[in-house]
């Protein structure tokens, strides 16, 4: 078993829907869970990351955290075509910037006009 | 703004070639980063540095080295590369701790090798 899984998609709503991208992870004591964006032909860049259980908001974006079930999701609010991105969670192993990350495959996100 | 830059963008090469990925940081990092990404396999952890000279085994780091002299700058060596090291290959730095709410990630564009 994936220590975190991700649904690659593609995943395709119109502008200003609400998304909702979902990863499953496996082990129980991971504390941190981010959430990055990749655009076409970049690098991947940190868009948030959020601490154990709850909800974690910025601007349209809301990351959320269901430790007893191992999910979590971000949300994007009124979205628009320049969200279209691949999604990629992400798990570090520790609290320090030398900790291993999991990353997760990335949904693929298309908003259409 | 230029944060994290990569050698080149595309880059071909024969099997059998020594290949030299390079990437510069200008953000003090400590931290430096080589992934691998492939379509439903996400970002492998191929080598990484916690500072200059010092190097840590990632997750796959058969058919690679790697080299760090200057802080800024972290070079991934692919000593004979093959077809099956054909990938888009992404470098970070990172700063800081995350329960201080001063962590730093960012990625290089990418390099996409391709070995014929």
């Known amino acids: 078993q994936k220590e975190v899984e991700q649904d690659p998609g593609p995943l395709s709503v119109p502008e200003g829907a609400i998304v909702s991208l979902n990863c499953t992870y496996s082990n129980s004591a991971f504390q941190y869970f981010m959430w990055y964006r990749q655009y076409s032909r970049k690098g991947p860049e940190l868009l948030m990351y959020t601490y154990s259980s709850g909800n974690k908001e910025d601007g349209r974006f809301t990351a959320q955290v269901d430790k007893s079930s191992k999910y979590i999701s971000l949300f994007i609010r009124d979205s628009q075509p320049s969200d279209s991105a691949t999604y990629l969670c992400a798990i570090p192993r520790g609290y320090s910037s030398a900790s291993k990350i999991i990353f997760g495959s990335g949904t693929r996100l298309s908003i259409r006009p | 703004d230029v944060k994290v830059t990569q050698s080149s963008r595309y880059l071909v090469k024969r099997t059998g070639e020594k290949v030299f990925l390079e990437c510069v940081q200008d953000m003090d990092h400590e931290n430096m980063f080589w992934y691998r990404q492939d379509p439903g396999l996400g970002l492998r952890l191929i080598y990484f540095?916690?500072?200059?000279?010092?190097?840590e085994k990632g997750d796959i780091p058969e058919g690679y080295s790697v080299s760090r002299e200057k802080k800024e700058r972290f070079s991934l060596i692919l000593e004979s590369a093959s077809t099956n090291q054909t990938s888009m290959y992404l470098c970070?730095?990172?700063?800081?701790?995350?329960?201080?709410?001063?962590?730093?990630?960012?990625f290089g564009p990418g390099t996409r090798l391709t070995v014929t």
């Open positions: 970070a730095s990172r700063s800081g701790w995350i329960l201080a709410g001063t962590y730093e990630q960012y």
């Open positions: 540095s916690y500072d200059v000279k010092m190097k």
